[in-house]
């Protein structure tokens, strides 16, 4: 079955820097786009990044010049590289083959002084 494993939220101060992975399994993860997406309290899920197959990115404008995406076809592996980070950037970030309902199970990113 699909699998989708998050890591490496965690607490940093604003201008901080954090790196994201989704390790999968379950499914041949090199043919796929693959998408990050976060989603704050009470507010719904949005959509961050995504990578196709070859590696082109695209990014939500709230990310943009601030969070790269990346995969590893070799490591069945995608990351989040986040810097600049803000307060607003505070979520749960969930790993996501792209327009599916395959989700991980999230990994929760805070941004506060």
């Known amino acids: 079955q699909v699998q989708l494993v998050e890591s490496g939220g965690g607490l940093v101060q604003p201008g901080g820097s954090l790196r994201l992975s989704c390790a999968a399994s379950g499914f041949i993860f090199k043919i796929y786009t693959m998408g990050w997406y976060r989603q704050a309290p009470g507010k719904q899920r949005d959509f961050v990044a995504r990578?196709?197959?070859?590696?082109?990115?695209t990014y939500a404008d709230s990310v943009k010049g601030r969070f790269t995406i990346s995969r590893d076809n070799t490591r069945n592996t995608v990351y989040l590289q986040m810097n600049s980070l803000k307060p607003e950037d505070t979520a749960v970030y969930y790993c996501?083959?792209?327009?599916?309902?395959?989700w991980g199970q999230g990994t929760q990113v805070t941004v506060s002084s």
């Open positions: 990578v196709t197959s070859g590696g082109t990115p």
């Open positions: 996501n083959l792209y327009s599916t309902n395959w």
